[in-house]
């Protein structure tokens, strides 16, 4: 069942963050876990994303987040709603951009954990019949031991849908977006599997997916077939 939080319950550790959840600690129990906050504008609004919560009350998978919580809307037309979810300690987008120290660590071994662990979770929500959308290394964390966790799975949807109103700023996001998104198409669960290819693609050559290309520049070719080029053979596991 949901659980209702206060979120004065918990003290930010940071005001910031790059990723859309910020990092916080529960005062009692000192537990770390990561708040993101929803801005309900409108009653659909606040409709959609109570749906979305009553999905995430109900997902029971090791390799996706959990919900912890999160605190009720005040009214119906204009409300604030904040999700607590348990997710791990970095994102696998850090470990690959080299931005934290648990580089050091991430090894072929680490390598396949988040691989198989990627797939089992994605597996999970389509069997399911939930599409993430959007998965990508900054939507995925790691614990300290590497396990992933999928997570900001925010609009569960039904297995077709229209992707076109979403709008994506950077080249991170754009990247693994599969060409029905991108043309805003009508798409299947296939989108998340073509995201998937171009995670693995990333997790095994460490070179980040058409990075030279501009926001621009790339969905055109992405639809066109463009996809990453293998430029260098890739190493057996050690």
Known sequence: SNVLLNVDDFTKLEEESNFEFIKIKDNKTKEIYYMKNIVCLGYPFLKK????????????????????????????????????????????????HQKTNLCNKWNDTK????????????????????????LAPF?????????PKICDIVSPVKVQGNYSTIKY??????????????????????????????????IFTGEVPFQNLSVFKLPQLVIKGERPKFVNPIPECQ
């Open 139 to 147: 939507n995925v964390f790691v614990n300290d031991n590497f396990y």
């Open 169 to 202: 700023d950077s080249i991170e996001e754009l990247s693994y977006l599969s060409p029905e998104i991108l043309k805003g198409e009508s798409y299947t669960k296939s989108i998340d599997v073509y995201s998937y290819g171009i995670i693995l693609y990333e």
């Open 49 to 96: 994303t109570l749906k979305t919560i009553e999905v995430l009350s109900k997902i029971n998978n090791p390799c996706i987040e959990k919900l912890i919580g999160f605190s009720p809307p005040k009214d119906k037309y204009n409300a604030n709603i904040a999700i607590v979810c348990d997710l791990g300690v970095q994102s696998l987008s850090s470990i690959l």
């Open 111 to 134: 390598k396949l954990i988040n691989a198989f662990g990627i797939a089992y979770g994605m597996d999970y929500l389509h069997s399911n019949n939930i599409i993430h959308c959007n």
